[in-house]
């Protein structure tokens, strides 16, 4: 009961500061929130019995991508002086999200049940992956032993993903500056 | 942040164990909460802190650029190894029964190394892409 | 469904419309991942909330233990999260692209600036 009190609260915690940060102009204020969104959302994932997906949000999304929007902020600049809150709300943009949203909340009514132990998606290979692991692993943290073992090929493939993503920022953004080399132009 | 001897000292005690702890994550990760993912992450985050505190000149002349470039193919190189190592030996990529004397021994095995290559990539990836952020905005001139 | 799914499923719709808004109306850049990373968190939620039992533990091997969250959305949304992040990187070594070669971040100055967008 005190795990679905906590759920309930986190999920509002949730929607209010996301509410801010589309409310909030300035920038900086707005990476801030994403960061106690982040930890927000790790401590929900903890409630949900993700303790591995929580360990994650909390050391990523509240700590590197913070500290890199900082650090992009530090050389875009601050944005001109604007009032902190916006005043006026586009209608377009509102709309298009209304209707998609309704859409969306339309689709919940055939989700199955939450939290129910017979869902579909806990009787496909869930069960071989929790009852067989110990005996064709023998890894205690399930975690591991689906993500490194029955899934590597997929991991494999995440990690040549963030490989490549680090290629990208370096090749977009590392070394000399252009101007610096010829800087008569 | 130079001024700041307070930050400094305590950011100074803290780093050691901040890696200390990715180490625990990464090789505790069989056991309990962890992994490569989050121990890279960690552990890259020690340097984040170094580079607050010290600059990032500072923190370069520690973790060299080119060191983390081959660090971060090294990793992907030691995952993609395994998945070699059990084709050569006769069995599916990335199947690590063949690996040790018995299945689980080498289901063992391969998790370690396969989690080793992914908590190397990441860290370095990490580091490589907070060192470019930080070094783009030092001022002109002191570039290595 | 019980109350609790529908307001777990709700809040979750909601933020992803939260997201979706902000990328579609800020002129900000940097705004604008930052909606990208509302909307990729609610996905998140979403998986995690499919792998969700009631009363079941998390997924660590316990003698004792018969009913587990199922650990397959745990594993995904591991990786994503990493991945989101390194992705996330990229749009911002763009965005310092586009303000050292343009001056600017936001889209409505952009836009001025180039009549044929």
Redesign the interface.
Known sequence: MLEQLIDIFLLAFLAIISIAIVRIRNVFTAVMLFGIYSLVSASLFMILDAADVAFTEAAVGAGISTILMLATLSLVGRDREKPLVKKKISFLPLVIVLVTGATLVYGIVDLPPFGAADNPVHTHVAPRYIFQSMSEIDVPNLVTAVLASYRGFDTLGEVVVIFTAGIGVLLLIGGRRRKEENADE | MSDHMILRVVGKFLIPYIMLFGLYVQFHGDFGPGGGFQAGVIFASAFVIHTLLFGVRATQKIAPEWVLRLVASAGVLLYAGVGVASLMLGANFLDYDVLGAYPVAGQHLGIILVEAGVGLTVASVIMLMFFTFAARGEPEGESP | ??G????????I??????????V??SS?L??K??GL??FQ?SV??MY???????G???????ENVE?????????L???A??????????G??????I??SFGT??EDDLHKMDSSL
Do not use: C, D, Q
């Open positions: 469904m019980s609790l799914g529908i307001w777990n499923y709700l809040i719709i909601f933020l992803m419309m939260t997201g979706l808004y902000m579609i109306s900000n940097v705004k991942l930052i990373n509302v968190t998140f939620f995690i909330s499919f792998g969700y039992i009631t079941g533990a998390g997924p660590l091997f316990n009913l587990y969250s199922n650990p397959l959305p745990h594993v949304i591991l990786t999260i990493v991945v989101g992040v390194a992705t996330t990187a990229v911002l070594a763009l965005a310092i692209r303000k050292e971040i936001e």
